[in-house]
Every structure is written in C-alpha cells, then in structure tokens.
C-alpha cells in the first residue's frame, strides 16, 4: 500500500511539473502573438525609381552588393572569426574598402569587386572602423582605437605606407568623411557621449578640427554632399532610445534640416549620397520593445520594412531595395558609372 502511495505521488509531481510547463509555454505563445501585434506598418513607399548605380553594405559580419532596383544580390566575402564592417568603394568600383574586427584586433583591407584578393592594408590597433578613400584614391581616412582606448582620425596612403594622425588623443572621433575635393575631412568628435560635435579639418593648414554643430545624443555616418555644400548624417536626441533620423546641415553648421519622418518611433539612419547627389540610400527598421524576442530569438520574426531604401536628396520619396527577410543589414555605400557623378 505504501509503494501504491508513493508512486501516485510521483506521478502526481510529475503530472503537476507537467502542467507548470504547459502554463508556461500558453504564456510564451501569448505574449508571442501579443508581440506580432506590436509590429507597426510598413514605410509606404511611392514607387521612386532609384538612379543606376550598386550599393555594398555590410551583413553579419560580411560585405554583400546589390544593384539600386534591387537586383544581384551577392555576399563577397565571409572568414571565421572575422567580422567585416563599413565597406565603401573606390571611385573607379573596382575596389571595396572595409574594416575588420578579430580576436587580434582591427584591421583595414581592401579586396576586388567581386571579393576576390583580399588584402589587409593596416593592422596593429584595438579596433578600427569607417575607412574611406579620398576621391582621388590616394589616400584612406579611418578611425582606429589604440591601446590607450583613444579613437583617433587617420589617413594612410592607398597601398598602406604611409600613416598620419589626425586627431591626436581624442576621446572619440569617428566617421570622417571626404570633401569633393579633399581638402578636408568631416568627422564626429565627442569627450563625454552624452554631446556630439560635427568638426572639419583642413588638410592644407595646421590640421586643428573646427567644430561646425553640437547634438545631444549620438550621430554618425557622416557623408559630404558631392556638390560639397552639405553633410549628411544620422541624429539619435538623447532619450529617444533606438529611435533615429536622417538630417543634412550646410557644411557651415547652418540650416539643419530634418529628412525622415519618426512619428512611429521607426529608425532611419546610415545615410549615403548617390554619387550624382540627387538621392541618398539609408537603412530603416522598426525596432520594438521587446516582449517574449529578447529571450526567445528565433521567435523573433522580421519587421516589416526592415532593410535599405533609396529616397529624394530632400526626403520625399521612397523605394525598397532589400527584402525584409535580409535581415541586419548596415552601412550602405553608393557607386555609380561616372556619366552619373558632377
């Protein structure tokens, strides 16, 4: 009789840890579906036929290019533990420039178009991000983290050679980018985090940064307008969580102007220009506040619109280029033919 009781009793623990699991998983698929709910609409897109050209853009952890209709989709280039990041052109398109993150530090490399020979370029700093060539392809600005943790601007010559600080001991300068005719380079600078400067240097006087706009919150992927009247980049206002917007500002700090819409608390952000200037290609997604996705990651379906768009250098306008299934994708960088330059 004892070993009768006993054992109900363990099929009874059983049967109730059972029915604590059931509670649980109801719970999860309920807060699941209440999560799908959360998901806002779309952007509306208005059927804008981008200019020719291709896009490269990084994608967990590897450079991938697509033309602007969206056609050709192609990854270049994965290796184990190397993560690829902020790819960008040569003005000729036969190059792509990209920085590495590896258990051995950042890197700088450089490979063909269609990712064949890889080559490494610069290496020996913590991390490095951004590398950007001049427009005349002698020259390669980049930000690097050194063993102080101070993140500079850098130049170095196209083949590696010849390397110049140009921010000496900033806390935090990254993003530089070109003018048309590189005689200056753009960068973001910040001493606390909580305020961000947009500076220039001019590369043909003594090199000091002449801040030219101040933001509360985070911005960056700078990009100088082709005409070189206004600099492109993204704005995330303190307090506004993941929330971001495209804006330009005259290259003197004067008519800051708003391109995208947040209402709905979707992100827009990593500007480039077309390389005519008329368009600027971006990465937009909704991001949620996550439910039962910050746990259960697989359950944690695409949002809708979640890619690279194409819209008007004045933000109107707006076409899709990735699918939403092409998940994480960032950094987009323009190249086009060049009939279709100034």
Known sequence: MAYRKGALGGRRATLGILLVILSCLSCCILVWLWDLQSIPPGPELTGLQPTQGKLVFSRGGCPWTVNTDGTSLRELYCAVGIEANDPAWSSDGRKILFACRSSSGGVIMVMNEDGSDPTTLMKGFRSTGAPRWSHDGTWIAFSATDENNFTNIYAMTSDGSTLRNLTVDCNYCDWPSWSPDDSAIAFVSSEDWLTHTINMIDLYSDLKPVQIA??????????????????????????????????????????????????????NGQPTWSPDGSQIALVAYYPRESRLSRWINFLDPPAPGEGIYIMNQDGTGLAQVTSNNLRDVESPDWWAPPQNHW
Do not use: C, M
């Open 214 to 267: 101040s933001f509360q919150g985070g911005i960056s992927h700078l990009s100088w307008s082709p005409d070189g009247g206004e600099i492109l980049f993204d704005w995330r206002p303190r307090g506004s969580g993941q929330r971001s917007d495209v804006y330009t500002i005259n290259n003197d700090g004067s008519d800051l102007k708003k391109l995208t819409a947040n209402k709905s608390g979707h992100y």
